[in-house]
């Protein structure tokens, strides 16, 4: 019908034109351009009198109306409010619907993509204007970097904490090891460093380091991030829930930074914390100062021009939180539990009360308010940290009965005493070695260090690599006179070898 003018009128204009022609030229069947033809013949039709005519009159001068059914309209709100119950499905609705309209009913696919239409007109999206220094996003990323704990060797999730400014889109991120109270502050802290200034509001997600939910009050700030709040002199204003387009600027740079930042080091396994924090932090800085790809300038260039004048000033002091608690009674395994992680303290304090100070890198333990112990701060749940200092005598004897604790040993000793301890764990079962082990240990309650290494320094000359042979070294007469390495060996032997009675030499018991 789009073409339908301009067929008539080359019909009309054009008698000397062929049916095959114009078919050719306006794309339609041939045996639409011979009835159209024929229809204007027969009804002495001139293009004068068509050319005035709308579409819909043309429409009527030469094609005859069909006969169609009038469908029932739908009524598009009376189904919105029936799809609020979650049991009624579309497919339902359109039953309900064909059984009351048989005939002038539409088909389920038709039924469909009208009230799909229907919904697509519905959703409306605000268009924003965004002062400088007026607001700011935050949220943290559902992606999540790993890296490797020092203290365990097990791979660790960190959050990635994600901030954008409204009007600029300068975005900062970092990585913290938990979403609890005290990394939700430290990484605000770091953003408000970075940006060298703060908004006038600041809009969180609800997540509980944030937002409390209490029952008649509605959404309440953590009473923590409220302080930080104020200290900075910026509004807190928490995003509705399930409401993500009050958030839509940082759900859109988390995605950015994912795609950015965490995708091109995805393989990479980072040893520390620390190395993961210096990494993202290279990637941050090239994403700030990379182009957009609609425009020449970058984010940082842009801050630069409008929200870096208009930022509030920091103040001179950052706002400093820890969080203090209280352990009512150090557990027998001397090992009291922050957030899911056991840490030592000084055995000499089971059953008693402590203080803990959670702080983004430390967990520092008081009693009578004096300092008891002190640890880097750990994300391993189930995990321990455990100081030496810490154990009981038994304790820490079993803690170093394995290879690693009985090698540091060997190590204070001297390169001998490692030479002979490593060989105990050459055979066929590595572990049949720890008794060995054990006992050339225990010669240093009765021996001295250095007498241990020149014991072991005649074993090692004479190849002797075993508790027995060191031994005989040490039973040697201590006045013996200092030699080279091997020649108390070869003095200790042959006293040996005389002390042993020869075949002939054997009295018979019987004889005697």
Same mark, same amino acid.
């Given at each position: ?52 005519? !709308? ?50 009913? @539409? ?25 400088? &220094? ?7 990323? &559902? ?104 958030? &839509? ?12 930042? /965490? ?54 002091? *950052?706002?400093?939180? !820890? ?19 056991? @840490? ?95 006992? /050339?240990?225990?010669? !240093?309650?009765?021996? !001295? ?35 080279? *390495? ?16 020869? *075949? ?9």
């Amino acid at each position: 019908m789009n073409h339908l003018r301009d067929l008539i009128r080359t019909i009309l204009l054009e008698p000397w034109t062929t049916e095959r022609r114009i078919a050719q030229r306006m794309r339609v069947s041939k045996g639409t351009v011979h009835r159209y033809r024929r229809l204007a013949r027969e009804g002495g039709m001139a293009w004068e009198q068509l050319e005035p005519m !709308s579409l819909l009159e043309l429409d009527a001068q030469f094609n005859k109306r069909t006969r169609r059914i009038e469908k029932q309209p739908l009524n598009f709100k009376l189904m919105d409010e029936e799809r609020k119950n979650p049991i009624v499905t579309r497919y339902q609705l359109w039953k309900e619907y064909r059984r009351e309209h048989r005939q002038a009913g @539409y088909s389920y696919s038709r039924f469909a993509h009208l009230y799909r239409n229907y919904l697509g007109t519905q959703k409306t999206e605000m268009r924003q204007t965004y002062r400088p &220094g007026g607001v700011l996003y935050v949220d943290y990323s &559902g992606e999540k970097p790993t890296y490797i704990d020092r203290a365990t060797g097990h791979r660790v999730q960190a959050e990635l904490f994600v901030g954008v400014l409204a009007a600029s889109n300068y975005t900062f991120a970092c990585v913290t090891r938990t979403q609890s109270v005290v990394d939700w502050i430290h990484a605000h802290r770091q953003m408000y460093a970075y940006f060298n200034g703060a908004t006038q509001t600041i809009t969180p997600d609800n997540l509980k380091s944030g937002v409390n939910k209490t029952r008649f009050q509605g959404l309440v700030l953590q009473k923590d991030f409220q302080l930080m709040a104020e200290h900075y002199g910026t509004a807190a204003l928490p995003a509705r829930p399930y409401a993500a387009r009050d958030k &839509g600027k940082v759900e859109g740079a988390v995605k950015i930074c994912q795609h950015s930042i /965490l995708a091109p080091d995805r393989h990479t396994l980072f040893a520390s914390f620390e190395d993961l924090e210096n990494a993202l932090a290279e990637r941050l800085e090239a994403f700030n100062t990379r182009p957009h790809s609609d425009a020449p300038d970058s984010r940082r260039e842009r801050f630069l021009q409008s929200d870096a004048h208009a930022l509030l000033p920091l103040p001179e002091q *950052p706002f400093t939180y !820890s969080t203090l608690r209280e352990i009512q009674k150090v557990p027998i395994n001397y090992h009291p539990k922050v957030d899911e992680h056991a @840490y030592s303290v000084p055995h000499r304090f089971i059953g008693a009360k402590v203080q803990v100070s959670i702080e983004p890198d430390t967990v520092t333990f008081y009693s009578q308010r004096m300092e008891i112990a002190r640890h880097a701060r750990s994300a391993v749940k189930g995990g321990t940290t455990t100081a030496p200092e810490h154990q009981t005598p038994h304790h820490l004897a079993q803690s170093q009965r394995n290879r690693d604790g009985f090698t540091n040993w060997a190590k204070s000793v001297g390169p001998n005493m490692l030479a002979v301890l490593e060989a105990q764990f050459l055979g066929p079962v590595a572990l049949q070695g720890l008794a060995a082990c054990d006992d /050339l240990k225990n010669l !240093s309650r009765h021996y !001295s260090l250095p007498e241990l290494e020149r014991a072991c320094a005649e074993a090692v000359a004479l190849g002797v690599l075993n508790v027995s042979g060191v031994q005989r070294f040490l039973y040697a007469p201590r006045d013996t006179p200092h030699r080279e *390495p091997g020649a108390l060996a070869r003095i200790v032997v042959d006293n040996w070898a005389r002390q042993v009675p020869k *075949p002939h030499q054997t009295a018979c018991p019987m004889a005697q």
